[in-house]
């Protein structure tokens, strides 16, 4: 858990991108390393806050976000990285930190999020596309406002490739994480007999 893949856009092409989190116990705060930009620092920030916006519906203890520090990484340190496109790779890596559920190992993601978890277009797509392929990635989760430049990318390009639009980021992590929401709905329902009062049927 805590390890997401994203699609980065580079001067020489696509690349994938591995974002690694990791908590520890302390007093909520964030430490970034991999030379990130102030770009990613920021998407960082803000994926965090929407994570304790809708702890409840990833089944979190928002008490845990202010009993842990973070650890945010992304390998390569020696290069410099910044740019809005790995935020829904960031959100979706924390997500899986704190629910401790794993990403699935064969989806790669790019976009941009807003603070309340709308997925805004990105840029490079193609190349990330060639990235994903070239990387085995079986699935690639991009911007719903991205679906135009997907389509555009020639066929043989594309092919062998699931592409998956997203639009906002509950969306997003229900495909990415899909055992966090069936834990929940397996909770709901065995708690859903509870407290109930018997019913009663007319003529019995």
Excluded: C
């Excluded at 916006?53 to 009993?67: P, Q, R």
């Amino acid at each position: 858990p805590g390890v997401a893949i994203g699609l980065a856009w580079t001067p020489v092409g696509g690349d994938i991108l591995y974002i690694e989190t990791t908590r520890y116990p302390g007093k909520g705060e964030i430490r970034l390393s991999g030379q990130l930009g102030d770009v990613m620092k920021e998407s960082a920030y803000a994926s965090l806050s929407f994570l304790k916006a809708h702890s409840a519906e990833l089944n979190v203890d928002v008490e845990d976000f202010g009993k842990h520090d973070i650890h945010i990484h992304i390998p390569s340190g020696a290069i410099p990285k910044d740019g809005p496109s790995a935020g829904v790779t960031l959100l979706t890596a924390l997500a899986s930190l704190f629910t401790g559920v794993p990403v699935r190992d064969d989806v790669a993601m790019t976009g941009e999020i807003s603070l309340r978890g709308v997925i805004l277009p990105v840029g490079g797509i193609k190349e990330k596309v060639l990235a994903a392929r070239a990387a085995g990635v079986g699935t690639v989760l991009l911007p719903e406002k991205n679906r135009s430049e997907f389509e555009e990318i020639p066929d043989h390009v594309r092919s062998g490739l699931l592409v998956e639009y997203q639009s906002d980021m509950m969306s997003l992590l229900r495909s990415a994480l899909p055992d966090v929401f069936a834990n929940n709905a397996r909770s709901a329902l065995s708690g859903s007999g509870r407290d109930r009062l018997p019913v009663q049927r007319e003529g019995w």
